[in-house]
């Protein structure tokens, strides 16, 4: 029972908000616009992120499903998520200037998916179809890669020869569920191999970390993200799923059900790896005015790489005599926070 005399605060998960990768993808749009002039296309959505898509929409990207909808010759930005050998072929078979900015830790997936292959191993792709960066790794290597889509359909999977399977992942999976599915599939085929790193990316796994510190002390985690961007779906079911009384997921404040609000002294906030920090604030501001004036920020990492822009911008910024550009890390403001 929620003590009515408790203080209310907000319990800031960091890290949370915007990884190297979606950072770098984001500044490649802005500067393409910026040297080329608008349009420049973009295949897919640059990030998961409806804000950050109609930002650059306004600034003159056009946003397209697939390379056929790009006049020839013209320049397109390849999304975060990467994309298949199929979709360079087209876009080099209608001549178009493409600017590659897949995240450097999907190109690491994709490249061990290529020397499994050619190895000749049975791929077992934990992640969800349909997504784009599953369809990219896919792609690599079609008739030796198929996906297992959770740890309920680990039952369907059939290989060649269980001695020679290896397991790899999309890079923005629940840690937890695909485990699961890894022990899972370890059961079925013992010789089962590990990919040589985890692929699981750093910001996924630091931001379920800073949910699962925060969710056993809040009634209610409020997660800030697109609905197909899958870390920000995987931070409500985390939080959930350690504790939390409840845990909704919103594109910006406005969706904010004030009703989520009542008889809570604690909530926690986060965001998905494809979030700018302006649409954290807007909810800060709406909760202060509902009380929620108090904010600590409780750390459990601190994030500091970063990846430099896709080489086909940056040839074409150097020559032009522009400086080298270095990806931002996106301002905080001063927030009044106790850092935990």
């Known amino acids: 029972m929620t003590d009515p005399s408790a203080r209310k605060k907000v319990l800031l998960a960091a890290p949370r908000g915007y990884c190297a990768g979606v950072d770098r993808a984001v500044i490649a749009v802005e500067k393409a616009l910026e040297h080329y002039g608008a349009p420049v296309y973009v295949r897919k959505e640059i990030v998961h992120n409806k804000y950050v898509v109609e930002t650059l929409a306004a600034r003159g990207a056009i946003f397209v499903h697939e390379t056929d909808e ?40 994709h490249k061990e998916a290529v020397r499994f292959a050619s190895d000749d191993y049975d791929i077992l792709l934990i992640g969800h179809d349909g997504h784009e960066e599953v369809e990219g790794t896919q792609g690599e290597a079609p008739e030796r890669i198929q ?26 999976l629940s840690v937890d569920e695909t485990m699961e599915t890894v022990r899972r599939l370890r059961e079925r085929f013992p010789a089962l191999q590990d990919p040589p790193s985890d692929d699981i990316c750093y910001a996924t796994q630091n931001r379920q970390v800073a949910v699962k510190k ?127």
């Open 214 to 340: 925060i969710a056993p002390q809040c009634d209610v985690v409020i997660t800030v993200g697109s609905a197909n961007s899958s870390n920000s779906v995987r931070l409500v079911e985390v939080a959930l799923e350690n504790g939390a009384r409840a845990s909704y997921r919103i594109d910006k404040a406005a969706e904010i059900d004030l009703a989520w609000l009542e008889g809570a002294t604690t909530v926690g906030v986060t965001s998905g790896a494809s979030v700018p920090e302006i649409l954290v604030r807007d909810v800060l501001d709406v909760l202060a005015t509902q009380g929620f004036g108090e904010v600590e920020e409780v750390r459990t990492a601190t994030e500091d790489l970063m990846f430099s822009l896709p080489r086909e911008l940056r040839a074409d910024l150097k020559a032009a005599g522009n400086a080298p550009v270095r990806p931002r890390r996106e301002g905080r403001r001063a927030l009044d926070v106790t850092p935990a």
């Open 147 to 172: 996906v297992v889509n959770s740890p309920e359909s680990v039952a369907d999977v059939v290989v060649r020869d269980p001695e020679r399977v290896v397991w790899i992942s999309q890079t923005t």
């Open 70 to 109: 790009v006049p020839e010759g013209a320049r397109v930005v390849f999304s975060a998520h990467g994309v298949s050998p199929a979709v360079h072929a087209a876009a080099a078979a209608r001549s178009l200037q493409t600017i590659d900015a897949t995240c450097p830790l999907v190109t690491k997936v």
